[in-house]
């Protein structure tokens, strides 16, 4: 839901470099909060300290300002770290709005924040609705980015693509799939790996839609298929260069490698994902996950996802601000593993904001693996983060102050694009009309 003050005021650009000096525009949405007279704008940076108490720290600078002829009030400043800022627009002693902007450290200029989900199914496994319409009802609740990944097939995530081949959409759809393989039940994902790792033998992909390379890769190339028995003898091999510790289950292990290295050869990303789901008890043993994470074979891990209980994602969640402490560092990810996105409370309860110049499959990956995500945790009704302190700060002010404002852009699409899978004859035309809309959205809130 927008805040009352966005409702009434547009303040741009929202995001910026920071220890330079910006231009920053305010603009009354309406006649009933038109500017009129003589305004002072105060701002003051968030990690600052107080200045109302200890005026020394200096914490407050302020802009006296009538508003231009075209109604909007303008003032620069130089904002100074990586934070957000307090805008106050202040009128005979009152403040009248509270507004905020952000500044970044030069890292993080040149890449927009892009909410998605990594990890979620449909009817071509065990989920409820088709390819298509789960893409399009996520785009209505304002993800950017998704990935069909059902179990033990690809093909879904490319009917899903196929679906929108035709028409103008600002909506990164990947390829993607759940990797199950024999004698392995430790939960992977392939996030926009160019080919399947579940086709590369027998199995359902193979019974569903037969051995073709169009429907086990994204552009036609894909390794030659194996027998299980072929993929067996791999692993044995791969296992026996391992070193793998007594206690530990080697074949389990080994093939987790063996699934986390051929994403890596197909260009995706390799989620290692809850390994705290509970069914009845922990997924896989706990002596497996910490030799999993202490060894580091995946890309990134799936630290919120799936569940509304608090265990799995409060569970997840410690672990990873556990290992951070002992050092370990890997990227981070959530996502919903949801299996319907209409009438489920399950269905948006976690998602990922990567900072990445561009939305596309390469520019998410590579974001990912660079570190650069925040999770987000849907489940009450505050949202929560989990990540790097910068990236929770920055994340909570976006989606405080810039995401409410996407997703009603974003909405329309989405609805569109389930009008033109279910054959509405206007939705292809309208779609092509409303594109561009995301670009020139984050070209005014982002000054990069």
Same mark, same amino acid.
């Given at each position: 839901?927008?805040?009352?003050?966005?409702?009434?005021?547009?303040?741009?650009?929202?995001?910026?470099?920071? $220890?330079?000096?910006?231009?920053? !525009?305010?603009?009354?949405?309406?006649?009933?909060?038109?500017?009129?007279?003589?305004? !002072?704008?105060?701002?003051?940076?968030?990690?600052?300290?107080?200045?109302?108490?200890?005026?020394?720290?200096?914490?407050?600078?302020?802009?006296?300002?009538?508003?231009?002829?075209?109604?909007?009030?303008?003032?620069?400043?130089?904002? &100074?770290?990586?934070?957000?800022?307090?805008?106050?627009? +202040? &009128?005979?002693?009152?403040?009248?709005?509270?507004?905020? +902007?952000?500044?970044?450290?030069?890292?993080?200029?040149?890449?927009?924040?892009?909410?998605?989900?990594?990890?979620?199914? !449909?009817?071509?496994?065990?989920?409820?609705?088709?390819?298509?319409?789960?893409?399009?009802?996520?785009?209505?609740?304002?993800?950017?980015?998704?990935?069909?990944?059902?179990? $033990? +097939?690809?093909?879904?995530?490319?009917?899903?693509?196929?679906?929108?081949?035709?028409?103008?959409?600002?909506?990164?759809?990947?390829?993607?799939?759940?990797?199950?393989? =024999?004698?392995?039940?430790?939960?992977?994902?392939?996030?926009?790996?160019?080919?399947?790792?579940?086709?590369?033998?027998?199995?359902?992909?193979?019974?569903?839609?037969?051995?073709? &390379?169009?429907?086990?890769?994204? $552009?036609?190339?894909?390794?030659?298929?194996?027998?299980?028995?072929?993929?067996?003898?791999?692993?044995?091999?791969?296992? =026996?260069?391992?070193?793998?510790?007594?206690?530990?289950?080697?074949?389990?292990?080994?093939?987790?490698?063996?699934?986390?290295?051929? /994403?890596?050869?197909?260009?995706?990303?390799?989620?290692?994902?809850?390994?705290?789901?509970?069914?009845?008890?922990?997924?896989?043993?706990?002596?497996?996950?910490?030799?999993?994470?202490?060894?580091?074979?995946?890309?990134?891990?799936? +630290?919120? @996802?799936?569940?509304?209980?608090?265990?799995?994602?409060?569970?997840?969640?410690?672990?990873?601000?556990?290992?951070?402490?002992?050092?370990?560092?890997?990227? /981070?990810?959530?996502?919903?593993?949801?299996?319907?996105?209409?009438?489920?409370?399950?269905?948006?309860?976690?998602?990922?904001?990567?900072?990445?110049?561009?939305?596309?499959?390469?520019?998410?990956?590579?974001?990912?693996?660079?570190?650069?995500?925040?999770?987000?945790?849907?489940?009450?009704?505050?949202?929560?983060?989990?990540?790097?302190?910068?990236?929770?700060?920055?994340?909570?002010?976006?989606?405080?102050?810039?995401?409410?404002?996407?997703?009603?852009?974003?909405?329309?699409?989405?609805?569109?694009?389930?009008?033109?899978?279910?054959?509405?004859?206007?939705?292809?035309?309208?779609?092509?009309?409303?594109? @561009?809309?995301?670009?020139?959205?984050?070209?005014?809130?982002? &000054?990069?």
């Amino acid at each position: 839901m927008i805040k009352l003050a966005l409702t009434n005021y547009d303040i741009f650009p929202k995001v910026f470099p920071c $220890d330079e000096e910006i231009e920053i !525009t305010i603009k009354p949405l309406g006649a009933h909060v038109a500017f009129s007279g003589e305004y !002072t704008v105060e701002v003051r940076a968030l990690t600052e300290g107080n200045s109302q108490r200890y005026p020394e720290r200096n914490n407050l600078v302020p802009y006296t300002r009538t508003p231009d002829k075209d109604g909007c009030i303008r003032f620069s400043h130089t904002f &100074k770290g990586e934070q957000e800022h307090y805008v106050d627009i +202040v &009128k005979d002693g009152k403040r009248i709005v509270r507004l905020s +902007v952000y500044s970044l450290l030069p890292d993080l200029v040149g890449r927009y924040p892009f909410r998605g989900d990594l990890h979620m199914h !449909t009817f071509r496994s065990d989920g409820r609705q088709a390819p298509a319409i789960v893409a399009a009802e996520y785009r209505k609740n304002g993800y950017d980015f998704l990935a069909i990944t059902d179990h $033990d +097939v690809y093909y879904g995530s490319l009917e899903a693509i196929n679906a929108f081949k035709d028409v103008p959409i600002e909506y990164n759809l990947v390829p993607g799939e759940e990797v199950h393989l =024999e004698g392995n039940d430790v939960h992977i994902v392939n996030f926009g790996g160019k080919y399947s790792v579940n086709a590369l033998m027998p199995g359902d992909q193979h019974i569903d839609v037969g051995p073709g &390379k169009e429907f086990r890769s994204l $552009d036609g190339e894909c390794p030659e298929i194996i027998s299980v028995e072929e993929y067996k003898r791999q692993v044995n091999k791969l296992a =026996e260069t391992l070193n793998i510790p007594d206690g530990i289950e080697k074949f389990t292990y080994a093939s987790c490698v063996w699934i986390f290295n051929h /994403i890596k050869a197909a260009e995706g990303l390799g989620i290692f994902c809850h390994p705290y789901w509970l069914q009845n008890v922990f997924q896989v043993p706990e002596t497996l996950t910490e030799y999993i994470i202490e060894t580091q074979p995946f890309d990134a891990f799936e +630290v919120l @996802g799936g569940e509304a209980y608090y265990e799995q994602n409060g569970f997840q969640a410690a672990r990873y601000y556990d290992d951070r402490i002992k050092g370990r560092h890997y990227p /981070i990810v959530g996502s919903t593993d949801s299996h319907s996105c209409v009438h489920n409370d399950e269905g948006f309860v976690a998602s990922t904001i990567v900072f990445s110049p561009e939305n596309t499959r390469e520019g998410i990956i590579s974001s990912v693996k660079g570190f650069y995500s925040v999770a987000v945790d849907s489940i009450s009704k505050e949202l929560r983060l989990v990540g790097e302190t910068r990236f929770v700060r920055y994340g909570c002010f976006l989606l405080r102050e810039f995401f409410p404002l996407h997703d009603e852009l974003v909405f329309e699409e989405g609805r569109l694009m389930k009008d033109y899978v279910c054959g509405d004859e206007d939705a292809a035309r309208l779609l092509a009309a409303i594109n @561009g809309r995301m670009k020139k959205q984050r070209e005014k809130y982002f &000054k990069f």
